[in-house]
C-alpha cells in the first residue's frame, strides 16, 4: 500500500515570500490533516478536511496561511508571506475517515525561511 | 492549551533493560490514545493505541498502560533495543481530532 506522499522534502524561502505545499493522501482515505511541527515541539494540527470540506482549521493563521482540497483527494496548504516563526516540518496525514483513530503520516515537507 | 502533555524531554535506557515512556493528559472526553515513533527526517509512524475502555494493551514488545482517574498513560518497551531509538509522541483522540504531547526522545545504549 502506497503512502502519503509529500513534495517538496525541503524548502527554503525568504521572508515575505510565498511558498506551497502538496499532499497525495492514501487511497481512500476521507479524512486529511495538516501539521506543523515546529523544532523540539509536538506536531500541531492546522486543518482537518473530510472528503472537500473543512472540519476544523481553528489553529490555522488564516491571514497567511490556506489549504485546499478540491476534489477530496490531493491537497495543498499555501503560506503568503512567510515570516521566519514559520519554519518547521509540514506534516500531511490521512486516515479512513470519521471515528477512524489511526491517521497515517508522510514524511514532512522542511521549511526553511530566511 | 497543552491538553496532552509528555514532561520527560529525553529519557536514556541499557539495551535489554525496560523503557518506560509516560503521557498526562488534562481532557476526559479523549475516547482512543495513541503513540507514535519518529525517526529523524521522517514523519511520525503509529506504533500502537488504546481504547478508552480498555487499561492495557500490548503488542510484542510494547505495551500501553491506561490510568483513567490519573489521566495518565504509559508506554512499556521490553527488552529495549538500539533501534528503538527514536522520538515517541504520545497522542489523544476525541472524535477525529488529534493531539499530540510534544515528545520523548530515547536513547537505547548498546
Known amino acids: 500500500e502506497a503512502g502519503v506522499a509529500q513534495s517538496p522534502r525541503y524548502k527554503i524561502i525568504e521572508k515575505r515570500q510565498s511558498v506551497a505545499f502538496w499532499c497525495n493522501p492514501i487511497?481512500?482515505?476521507?479524512?486529511l490533516y495538516w501539521y506543523q511541527q515546529i523544532l523540539g515541539q509536538g506536531p500541531k494540527l492546522l486543518i482537518q478536511?473530510?472528503?472537500?470540506?473543512?472540519?476544523?482549521d481553528s489553529q490555522l493563521p488564516k491571514d497567511r496561511f490556506s489549504a485546499e482540497r478540491l476534489k477530496g483527494v490531493d491537497s495543498t496548504l499555501k503560506i503568503q508571506p512567510a515570516k521566519l516563526e514559520d519554519s518547521a516540518v509540514y506534516l500531511c496525514?490521512?486516515?479512513?475517515?470519521?471515528?477512524?483513530?489511526?491517521?497515517?503520516f508522510g514524511q514532512g515537507t522542511r521549511l526553511t525561511v530566511v | 492549551d497543552q491538553q496532552v502533555k509528555q514532561n520527560s524531554p529525553s529519557l536514556s535506557v541499557q539495551e535489554g533493560r525496560i523503557s518506560i515512556l509516560n503521557c498526562d493528559y488534562t481532557?476526559?472526553?479523549?475516547?482512543?490514545f495513541l503513540w507514535y515513533k519518529k525517526y529523524p527526517a521522517e514523519g511520525p509512524t503509529f506504533l500502537i493505541s488504546?481504547?478508552?475502555?480498555?487499561d492495557k494493551n500490548e503488542d510484542g514488545r510494547f505495551t500501553v498502560f491506561l490510568n483513567k482517574s490519573a489521566k495518565h498513560l504509559s508506554l512499556h518497551i521490553v527488552p529495549s533495543q538500539p533501534g528503538d531509538s527514536a522520538v515517541y509522541f504520545c497522542?489523544?483522540?476525541?472524535?477525529?481530532?488529534?493531539?499530540f504531547g510534544t515528545g520523548t526522545s530515547l536513547t537505547v545504549i548498546p
Open positions: 478536511f473530510q472528503n472537500n470540506g473543512v472540519v476544523d
Open positions: 488504546i481504547s478508552s475502555i480498555k
Open positions: 497522542a489523544a483522540t476525541t472524535g477525529n481530532q488529534f493531539y
Open positions: 487511497s481512500g482515505h476521507a479524512t
Open positions: 496525514a490521512s486516515s479512513l475517515g470519521w471515528g477512524n483513530t489511526e491517521a497515517f
Open positions: 481532557n476526559s472526553m479523549f475516547d482512543y
